[in-house]
């Protein structure tokens, strides 16, 4: 829920360009960051899933885990 409603606040921030009043603040350095981690959280969890279970459900989250991962990099 942290990445949903990160990413909900950053869109209402550009939607209204409230990001160009805060220009002192480094928003790409920011959502730069905060990107990398979560592609780098989901790129854990899709291995961590891989290599503990072997049914189709978690064959599948780890594909899509996967798939996630190259997305966002």
Do not use: Q
């Not at 209204?16 to 002192?24: G, I, S, T």
């Not at 790409?28 to 279970?53: D, N, P, Q």
């Not at 989250?61 to 190259?70: H, K, L, N």
């Amino acid at each position: 829920m942290i990445a949903f409603w990160f990413t909900g606040i950053l869109l209402g921030l550009y939607l209204f360009h409230l990001v160009e009043k805060f220009y002192k603040i480094p928003w790409l350095k920011i959502e730069f960051v905060f990107t990398a981690l979560w592609t780098l959280l989901y790129l854990i969890a899709a291995i961590l899933v891989g290599t503990a279970y072997y049914d189709n459900a978690h064959t599948a989250a780890t594909f899509f885990g996967s798939v996630a991962t190259v997305a966002n990099a």
